[in-house]
């Protein structure tokens, strides 16, 4: 993978006032990664996306911050290579800035008030992103597919 690849991507990412969906993997404790998509908006070279508080990803980030994030289609296909990141809960004014920030444009709004309704003040978890420089080798890290965990979830249900 070229530099000049790994460099679009953390532009693309990084581009701010614009959301992007993205996979982010976080890790459980036996080191296994999980994809799940997340809408992401980014601002000052920083990533910020929020979350549901009782969900499994929530947990891995309070156990591993260590993150990898690559942009995505809304069907959870990655669209360029994996950058590493570090991922840090939010919580005060950072966190009433990062919600606004997440407010961006209908759809923003539109995800905004669907969370504040279905998830209202602390049942919602907001994290920022630090995107860290080097490439992530693939080739090294087991990852559970996006769709393998909505296929589980629908069983689940």
């Known amino acids: 993978m070229n530099e000049n690849t790994i460099q679009n991507t953390r532009q693309l990412l990084t581009s701010p006032g614009t959301g992007h969906m993205a996979l982010l993997t976080s890790f459980r404790r ?3 990664g999980v994809r799940s998509l997340v809408g992401t908006v980014a601002s000052q070279g920083k990533l910020y996306f929020m979350t549901a508080s009782n969900t499994w990803k929530v947990k891995r980030l309070a156990n591993d911050p260590r993150v ?3 942009p995505g289609t809304a069907r959870g296909k990655a669209l ?13 004014e950072e966190l009433k800035r ?3 920030l997440l407010r961006v444009g ?13 998830n209202p003040g602390e049942k ?18 087991p990852i559970r597919s996006f769709e393998e965990g909505q296929k589980r979830e629908k069983k689940a249900i």
């Open 30 to 32: 036996n080191g296994v």
């Open 68 to 70: 990898t994030l690559a």
């Open 80 to 92: 360029g290579p994996a950058i590493e990141g570090i991922a840090r809960r939010l919580s005060g």
């Open 98 to 100: 990062a919600r606004d």
């Open 106 to 118: 209908i759809v923003g709004h539109f995800w905004g008030f669907i969370f504040d309704l279905r």
């Open 124 to 141: 919602t978890a907001v994290y920022e992103i630090s995107l860290e420089a080097e490439p992530v080798n693939q080739g090294m890290i």
